[in-house]
């Protein structure tokens, strides 16, 4: 299969074909023969620098928050990927936006652990079962899950603690590059925030996006919510569609693809079989803003369909 000619080089925004070829392969395999690789791993990399070139639409914003939306049967869905890094400034953009949506008739949920950090006293905001979902399906895949089942008081204390030497390793150096950003510039710092990704990120860590950009723009929207879009824009560049990624996050750590991806999918179901109104509004971190409108275009195109769901305690 031709590859669409001059479309694949550093400088150029890849055509549509091409495009469209990475966005319909299910598998790895479908993938390489689409891509004419020799291997997955071309394939995987080839398509994640094509993918990340591509023109991305800007988010919209509603009360003061980008979200994308998705209409899947009437249902008015909105995603907004935020930081969940538990500062002031996040947290009263979240509660005011809350507020205004229930205000306005909106059902709202979050990923699991936002709302005991944000949104405690929202009576009405639902916290969904991702995560207890997730850690039931390492259970159930004989892997192991980072903790047992803990009390929700001592959930997000939980969450807090679940990185690991080398993430912390890469994380204070990528503080200390970003530190120095003010002193040497962006130039700088991006340069070497690139060569530092090289060695601290790891094969899976490339399908869920933990590299030096992610980390600034973090940093940078949960010191000031008005950089959320540029946050939420990273991740819709960086990271391919679902199957693609879940499957190559197969291939390196199964465990940390059931904790991750897989949680946007059960997000998902769980927002579409829990909503009965007009609009639902969710919070999740912005990484997995893409995968949850991945699975609600599906549900849109008819690809998915809501059937039976079983709610964790």
């Given at each position: 299969?031709?590859l669409?000619?001059g479309?694949?080089?550093?400088?150029?925004?890849?055509?549509p074909?091409?495009?469209?070829?990475?966005?319909?392969?299910?598998?790895?395999?479908?993938?390489?023969?689409?891509?004419?690789?020799?291997?997955?791993?071309?394939?995987?990399?080839?398509?994640?620098?094509?993918?990340?070139?591509?023109?991305?639409?800007?988010?919209g914003?509603?009360?003061?928050?980008?979200g994308?939306?998705?209409?899947?049967?009437?249902?008015?869905?909105?995603?907004?990927?935020?930081?969940?890094?538990n500062?002031?400034?996040?947290?009263?953009?979240v509660?005011?936006?809350?507020?205004?949506?229930?205000n306005?008739?909106?059902?709202?949920?979050?990923?699991?652990?936002?709302?005991?950090?944000?949104?405690?006293?929202?009576?009405?905001?639902?916290?969904?079962?991702?995560?207890r979902?997730?850690?039931?399906?390492?259970?159930?895949?004989?892997?192991?899950?980072?903790?047992?089942d803990?009390p929700r008081?001592?959930?997000?204390?939980?969450?807090?603690?679940?990185?690991?030497?080398?993430?912390?390793?890469?994380?204070?150096?990528?503080s200390?590059?970003?530190?120095?950003?003010?002193?040497?510039?962006?130039?700088?710092?991006t340069?070497?925030?690139?060569?530092?990704?090289?060695?601290?990120?790891?094969?899976?860590?490339?399908?869920?996006?933990?590299?030096?950009?992610?980390?600034?723009?973090?940093?940078?929207?949960a010191?000031?919510?008005?950089n959320?879009?540029?946050?939420?824009?990273?991740?819709?560049?960086?990271?391919l569609?679902?199957?693609?990624?879940?499957?190559?996050?197969?291939?390196?750590?199964?465990?940390l693809?059931?904790l991750?991806?897989?949680?946007?999918?059960?997000?998902?179901?769980?927002?579409l079989?829990?909503?009965?109104?007009?609009?639902a509004?969710?919070?999740?971190?912005?990484?997995?803003?893409?995968?949850?409108v991945?699975?609600?275009?599906?549900?849109?195109?008819g690809?998915r369909?809501?059937?039976?769901?079983e709610?964790?305690?």
């Open positions: 299969m031709a669409d000619t479309a694949d080089s550093e400088a150029d925004t890849p055509g074909r091409l495009l469209a070829r990475i966005r319909e392969a299910s598998t790895l395999d479908e993938l390489a023969t689409s891509l004419n690789a020799d291997s997955h791993d071309e394939a995987y990399f080839r398509a994640k620098r094509l993918w990340s070139r591509r023109t991305v639409p800007t988010a914003m509603r009360d003061g928050l980008p994308a939306r998705v209409t899947v049967d009437g249902v008015d869905v909105v995603v907004h990927g935020i930081t969940h890094a500062t002031e400034t996040e947290q009263a953009v509660r005011g936006h809350t507020t205004a949506a229930e306005d008739g909106a059902s709202v949920y979050c990923e699991q652990g936002i709302r005991s950090m944000y949104l405690e006293d929202f009576d009405s905001v639902c916290a969904m079962d991702d995560y979902w997730a850690m039931d399906r390492c259970a159930h895949h004989d892997l192991d899950a980072p903790v047992a803990v008081s001592e959930f997000q204390g939980l969450l807090d603690s679940l990185g690991s030497v080398s993430d912390e390793l890469r994380e204070a150096t990528f200390l590059i970003e530190s120095g950003s003010a002193i040497y510039g962006e130039q700088f710092s340069a070497l925030g690139d060569v530092a990704s090289d060695f601290l990120t790891s094969e899976a860590d490339l399908a869920t996006g933990e590299d030096f950009e992610a980390f600034r723009r973090t940093r940078r929207a010191a000031d919510p008005a959320l879009d540029a946050l939420q824009d990273y991740y819709r560049r960086v990271l569609p679902q199957p693609l990624e879940r499957e190559w996050l197969r291939r390196h750590d199964r465990e693809e059931l991750t991806h897989a949680r946007n999918e059960r997000m998902t179901d769980y927002v079989h829990e909503a009965d109104g007009p609009r509004e969710v919070f999740v971190g912005a990484a997995h803003q893409p995968g949850l991945y699975y609600l275009e599906q549900y849109r195109d690809h369909a809501v059937g039976d769901f709610y964790l305690g």
